[in-house]
């Protein structure tokens, strides 16, 4: 079982490479859609990371997925840090996910 990285950034994909996490990195929605399509499908894939970039390009077919999916898929901040609270996403995720605003 592995951990993937869907990255946007060069330097955020060779840091985690060097902590022997395995990543790509891609620049569009249509990319996006592709790579996290394919890693579901891959029973090797314990747990998918994102960019949270990459997350704002396609983020209800993201939660969509996530909400479905075996595997977690866990959005993470680019090098330069998170652009919203924990406390925002997580809220986000919730009132896409079950339709709960809090």
């Known amino acids: 079982m592995k951990?993937?990285?869907?990255?946007?950034?060069?330097?955020?994909?060779?840091?985690?490479?060097?902590?022997?996490?395995?990543?790509?990195?891609?620049?569009?929605?249509?990319e996006v859609v592709e790579t996290i399509s394919n890693l579901l499908s891959d029973k090797n894939v314990a747990l998918i990371m994102i960019a949270e970039n990459l997350v704002e390009l396609c983020r209800e077919w993201i939660y969509e997925v996530k909400s479905s999916a075996h595997t977690p898929i866990v959005q993470i901040p680019d090098r330069h840090g998170s652009?919203?609270?924990?406390?925002?996403?997580?809220?986000?995720?919730?009132?896409?996910?079950?339709?709960?605003?809090l």
């Open 83 to 101: 652009k919203k609270s924990a406390s925002v996403i997580i809220g986000e995720y919730l009132k896409s996910a079950l339709g709960v605003s």
């Open 3 to 30: 951990i993937f990285l869907v990255s946007d950034n060069v330097d955020t994909a060779m840091g985690f490479r060097l902590a022997g996490v395995d990543g790509v990195v891609v620049h569009s929605e249509e």
